[in-house]
């Protein structure tokens, strides 16, 4: 009987060890918490940014990376941009934003 539980761990624990390993991050990889967690910011800020009256008009793209979110895209002034920053670094669990936001040439 005492034979068959040993039998069972030296099938389990390899299985199990490869498991967790495989849900571990590395330098380039994010884990499997990590993306979640970075889907969460990244929903969180797109939903502020399509409340806010004068940040909806604009396609701005949103992503995040272990806690650092990205912004990109055209908006019509430095206000624009600074409001946008402001508001994906006032979202929980941000660690920090990199506002690549540009400003469009206005229409002549």
């Keep these: 009987m005492k034979k068959g539980y040993t039998s069972i761990l030296y099938f389990i624990v390899p299985i199990l060890l490869a498991t967790f390993m495989a849900c571990a991050s590395t330098p380039k990889r994010e884990s499997t918490g990590e993306y979640l967690d970075d889907s969460v910011i990244t929903t969180k800020v797109k939903a502020i940014l399509i409340k806010d009256e004068a940040l909806k008009a604009f396609h701005i793209n949103v992503k995040t990376y272990r806690g650092v979110v990205q912004l990109k895209g055209s908006v019509d002034s430095q206000e624009t941009v600074d ?20 400003i ?5």
């Design 104 to 108: 469009k040439p206005a229409a002549k």
């Design 83 to 102: 409001k946008a920053g402001q508001v994906a670094s006032s979202v929980e669990g941000v660690k920090s934003v990199e506002n690549n936001l540009v």
